[in-house]
DNA sequence: GTCTATAGCTGGATAGAC
DNA sequence: GTCTATCCAGCTATAGAC
């Protein structure tokens, strides 16, 4: 990628951090990217394709800094750690916020929607794997839908960085609220046979039920 | 409230229903609510002021509407089951999705970020009295933050309904896996004393780990 | 209170010099 | 490829008629 569409692609994302999605425009765009306004109808279509073009770099790069911690998880409570840890990472830079402003921008604009819709799906595919890989064979996957539990662990991700902008106080204690839970989930992983035989049967008593 | 007034708060929630936080302005408000566009700075100080206050009305309208649903929730099954008739029979009138966008739109205006805050908050506090009505005396609540659980579950709604804009069977699926998750918790809620017992001493030992 | 009209600005987008 | 200059649409906000 030239110089010059990589700066673009920076200062998309710098204005979204900085305006959000209702405070992007080619020209906030420009004047964070250090070029000319002109040159993102040059190198992009317009600004649509540009946020676009941009949320998909950004998002294949963070997925890509983090696929090694995601392999390394051994537990649901070690994923959920992943999770916060990329949380706190992630903060200074905005990169999971800017992925919450083009998800709202994405009502507007067709492209931008399959966009991020794409993007989304980066981080659901992933945290996808691990569940299988830590679930399969275990009691609760015999009720557990893993694609649509991915999906509601990354769609609760987002909706926490968006929080994060109005309340940062209350997201942290949201995230660390989160953690307890994964105790709750390690302390019901550890417990002896006796009582993971009684959970087996109700699972599977549940499940039957439907 | 005026009748104009009123139009102008409905128009201004069906503008940002129908075009995104990012495609809103006096005018597609003022055409939504069927009303002059001049009429935006004669009631309100302008298009901001009008949405925080369109946020804040329609928030506590579907709050008092859902009071006496969440007062009669029982278990954590039940109160997610509450969320996921709520997300349902909101989805067509998009009443909550219009918290996710107004939400993102908080990046751009302090007063929006006010008011958005203060609605985001009336929905917490609803779930954080049903969770201390559900959870004090239990074991859970030895480690568990309530005020922190209640915002993670509310902002996991919010990207939920974001990831609806996107993806609308995806986010179908996430939602019935946080049904099954409901499952696993009403599961462990009814183990056996034996059990219980043992998940108790678990907690306990954890909470004093920290 | 509501309308028309309009000032003044910002935005997307393009033409054309370099 | 990049810049300047510019067009025009759409936006906020106000003035003033009714």
Redesign the interface.
Known sequence: MSDTKQRLVDGALAAVRE??????SARTIAAAAGVNQALIFYHFRGVDELLAAACLAATRARVAAYADEFADVRSLRELLEVGRALHERERAEGNLSVL??L??????DERL?AA??AA?RLW?DEVERVLHRLLDGAP?AE???I???A??V???????E??E???AA??D??????D??A??V???D???P??RR??RT??SR?ARRG
Chains 1, 2 share one sequence.
């Open positions: 305006h959000g999605i209702a405070g992007v919450a402003q998800l709202a921008g994405a009502q507007r929607a991020t819709g989304l659901v609760f009720i557990a839908d694609p649509g539990l999906r509601a990354s769609a609760a991700f987002i909706g926490l968006l929080y902008g109005i309340d209350g997201a204690r949201a995230l660390a609220a989160l307890q839970l105790v709750l390690e302390i019901v550890d417990l002896g006796v009582s009684a959970l109700r699972i549940a």
